[in-house]
Each structure stands twice: as C-alpha cells, then as structure tokens.
T-cell receptor, first 109, second 114 residues
Framework: EDQVTQSPEALRLQEGESSSLNCSYT??????LFWYRQDPGKGPEFLFT???AGEEKEKERLKATLTKKESFLHITAPKPEDSATYLC??????????FGPGTRLSVLP | ETGVTQTPRHLVMGMTNKKSLKCEQH?????MYWYKQSAKKPLELMFV???????ENNSVPSRFSPECPNSSHLFLHLHTLQPEDSALYLC?????????????FGSGTQLSVL
C-alpha cells in the first residue's frame, strides 16, 4: 500500500532561521512527488513536482529535493509570510494522489 | 474569473437537512475531484470524474452523492449527514486524471454538521 509520512508535524522558526521539512514515501512506480502549500481556510496551492531521484527545484526561498525514499523541502531564511501547512503527495503509475498529513510551519518575526 | 471556485465557503447543517456544494473550474480541464480534509488527517479522495464520467468512488457513504453535468461543474449533494462528516471539502481539477498532472484546488467549503 502506498504511504506518505511527513515530519515534523509542526515547526516553529525564527525569521531567517533556515530548516528542512521531510516527506518519506513508499510507493510502487513513482510517477511524481508533489509539494503544496496550504494557508488556513484555503485550498492547497501547487509548489513543485519532482519526477526522479536526484532532481531539485527552487522557488524563491524554497528548494525541493528528491531521493528514492524521501523528499526534503528546504526553507532558506524564512519570512513570516512563509507560515503555512506544507503538504507532500505522491502519485504512482495509474493511481491517484496519496497525500501526507502535512507539516505546519510557523515563522515568527 | 480564473481557477477553481467553490460555493458556499461555509455551511452549517442539521443531520436531517439536504444541501449541495458547488464547484466550477475555469481552466479547461477534463478531470474533477472531491476531497475531504479533516483536522490532522491527510486529504482523502472521495470521487473522481473524467469527461463527466465518474471513474472512482472511494468507498464513500451514500449520503454523499456527486454530480458532474459538464466538464466545468461539479456538485456534491449532501443528505442525512453525521457530525463526523464535519470537515473541509475541497474540489480540484486537472488536465487529465492521474498521470503526472498537478491538481488545482478551490478554497473549499467548511462544513459543520450539528
């Protein structure tokens, strides 16, 4: 059975304090790993798709990396506006998305 | 208007009421989805429609009834719900179902069942 876990469950950072969020997965035939950002009371917003081990993608202060077992979302010098829940999801061949429970990030000024 | 729009944003209903959630996508996509998001739980897929045909029903109780009249509109009809059905209901769309296509989500309907 495909599974996705995320750690930590919640993370509090000071503004400018860099850190990483982890997404571990078990899936047969990975087609893609997706990162989403979700603000309170809103739907998830797409950030990145990673397709194969070794791939990296960047957007502003965020950088996503992928290995055969996990993905990391690195946040460099975060700002309060980066506070949100970050969701990871995997998609196997011919299958629907399997979402992780998310990491709730708070960046304090 | 662009993206995926859901109405209403908030809904409070009694266990004997009948209500409907509406979703409209303005992206020209061919697949639409209903997800349920409960507190501290992963998103749960409920239904998938591809070109207006239901292709997946993830063991959802019959008190939830989806309807997809065309590729731009999706409804979720609710009747005799239970308090444990209180959650954020999210609609999403993609160009095609599955295979590497990212999902575009609406803002959701926050449902409270009393």
């Amino acid at each position: 059975e495909d599974q996705v876990t995320q750690s930590p469950e919640a993370l509090r950072l000071q503004e400018g304090e860099s850190s990483s969020l982890n997404c571990s997965y078990t899936v047969s035939g990975l087609r893609g790993l997706f990162w989403y950002r979700q603000d309170p009371g809103k739907g998830p917003e797409f950030l990145f798709t990673l397709y194969s081990a070794g791939e990296e993608k960047e957007k502003e202060r965020l950088k996503a990396t992928l290995t055969k077992k996990e993905s990391f979302l690195h946040i460099t010098a975060p700002k309060p506006e980066d506070s949100a829940t970050y969701l990871c999801a995997v998609q196997a061949r011919g299958q629907n998305f399997v979402f992780g429970p998310g990491t709730r990030l708070s960046v304090l000024p | 208007e662009t993206g995926v729009t859901q109405t209403p944003r908030h809904l409070v209903m009694g266990m004997t009421n009948k209500k409907s959630l509406k979703c409209e996508q303005h992206l020209g996509h061919n697949a639409m989805y209903w997800y349920k998001q409960s507190a501290k739980k992963p998103l749960e897929l409920m239904f998938v429609y591809s070109l207006e045909e239901r292709v997946e029903n993830n063991s959802v109780p019959s008190r939830f009834s989806p309807e997809c009249p065309n590729s731009s509109h999706l409804f979720l009809h609710l009747h005799t719900l239970q308090p444990e059905d209180s959650a954020l209901y999210l609609c999403a769309s993609s160009q095609v179902p599955r295979d590497r296509e990212k999902l575009f989500f609406g803002s959701g309907t926050q449902l409270s069942v009393l």
